[in-house]
């Protein structure tokens, strides 16, 4: 089940992702999977709590969350050299 969520999450993030290579973002490919577990486990928690994949939040809200926050964190981190 966990792999059937990894290839959902992967689904609607690439489309994500390539739209912003398009417009002149470095996105190397490692932070697409980080974002990808990462929005396996927010879908994990936002069902806990009610939302399932009917809501808008799974669907938009979410992917989005997880692509910017795992670039952000990442870009930051190669930025101090780690």
């Known amino acids: 089940m966990r792999s059937d969520l990894a290839r959902q ?3 609607h993030l690439q489309p994500l992702a390539d739209d912003r290579r398009t ?10 999977e980080a974002a990808t577990a990462l929005l396996v486990d927010l879908w994990a928690a936002a069902a806990r709590h009610g939302i399932t994949p009917q809501h808008r939040a799974w669907t938009f809200h979410l992917p989005r969350a997880a692509l910017d926050i795992t ?9 101090a050299g780690r």
Do not use: K
């Not at 417009?23 to 697409?32: F, I, N, W």
């Not at 670039?71 to 930025?79: C, H, I, L, P």
């Open 23 to 32: 417009r002149g973002a470095t996105l190397p490919e490692a932070d697409v």
């Open 71 to 79: 670039a952000a964190v990442r870009r930051q981190a190669r930025g």
């Open 9 to 11: 999450a992967r689904a």
